[in-house]
């Protein structure tokens, strides 16, 4: 241990070949599955609701909503490579900070595995890699924001740290806090560390510590701005995301989904790097991580015991910051370094044929082709490409002028439906939970509208759901022929068509 009044050198760190080889090859793996996989509904979404840069989201903070529609805005290119282009830079930006904090942590073989654990979770490659989510510019503030807060600990008195590193701590959380509300927790988690630490209660009382929290509060002001605006929308809905009561089964459900996203030897590797960086080194720079990694962590597990509205990846940032930590754990001896690269590298393998299958299914529709009837269990809408309706939609004449409103069932529907027509016309949703689209500028617009109401190709029964509701808004709404699309050859989607007239 290097003493109190010691200045400490930070020894330099150069990248091994092996890092760039696993940057590289994760890229590839990356650019392959954006390329494959149609958008989902949270992407479509994200990029219908943002063209209009608004200040903060119903659902989220802005900067990953942005970053898709700055993309398209910048390059003139409508197209979901574009969309995710941003995930799949930063990604790799990230890896790199991931090897860097591993390294700084416990040496050159935990920076390696680090970056592994990483990019071998599906969570992590298929999400913050390459989709368009919150979690990409996340992981990659998170990431700076780590490696500011470690360099400043390793000074003689991080309390009078330079400066410049507090105000680059506070640049990258006023990021993170512009991705997503996971950042007060992981802020939260930092705060509390420092003040149950009595040799480093000392930093709260400093200047730098000040500058960085007033620079990453910047980050948060426009959603509290928009949020203000309008009757703190986005506070009512995530507040209602837990039902009351003690839900076991659901809670169950969600470790088992957090065990496929992040792999489950992965999963018990980041919780025994969580558990031995709070023995181990409780006032050092793992017990810092562990402490900012664990809010996440247990805020949201609390909810997975009280409610049954949830999703497995709300935990998912606070494990991610927990795998430097397991990497350490892992680098300490040759066994674990063995047992961690059968079992993690074995079930990565699984689960990469069974994505690869995915991607390619969702793609071509291989699996079902032969099948007369489409098999009950083909249930890959969500996820259709979707390229195909605006040229079919411009052929018959419809759609062609700008003033023309878009209708929808749903916000699935909208995003969907209107990212295809590359956000060319205003957005009406018709029913159930319509998240930031009642929000969006014309989202009250009158006039010649259509309803597109997209079903499965056998779906009997779509059109006459789609005209009553149609019907419901307009009693004279006409039918029209629906546009069917294929995929791999063979017919899979339609999309109903409805002429209506908004007042």
Known sequence: MTGAGE????APLRAPRALWILIAVSLAVRVALAWLVPLGVDENYAVAVARGYSWSFFDHPPLG??????????????HRMIYRLPALVFFALSSWAFWRIGARLGGPVAGIWSAALLNLSPIAVVGAGMMVVPDVPLLLALSGLILCLLAILRQARPEEAPLGLWAGAGGFLALAMASKYHAVLIALGFLLWALAVPSRRVILARRGFWIAAGI?????VPVLLWNIAHDWASLAFHGGRTAGGIHPLNFLRMVLGQALYLLPPTLVLAAIGLWRALRDDPAGPRGMLAAMALPPILVF???????????????????MLALPLAAVWIAATARRRRLAALWTGGVAAVMALILGTLAVQ???????????????WDRTLDAFPWEGLAPALAARGLMTGADTILVAADWMDAGAMSTALAGRHPVRVLAGNMHHFPFLPGFRATGEALLLYPARVDDSGAGARALALAQEVDPGAIPLDPVVLARGGRDYAQVIVVRLVLD
């Open 65 to 78: 909503f942005w970053l898709p529609v700055a993309m398209a805005d910048l390059t003139g290119i409508e």
């Open 216 to 220: 990453g509060m910047t980050g948060f």
């Open 7 to 10: 200045s400490r050198q930070e």
């Open 362 to 376: 969702l793609r071509t529709g291989f699996l079902s082709r032969g099948a007369d009837p489409l098999p009950a």
């Open 301 to 319: 597990s609390a909810v997975y015991l009280s409610g049954s509205q949830s999703f497995p990846h709300w935990t998912m940032p606070g494990w």
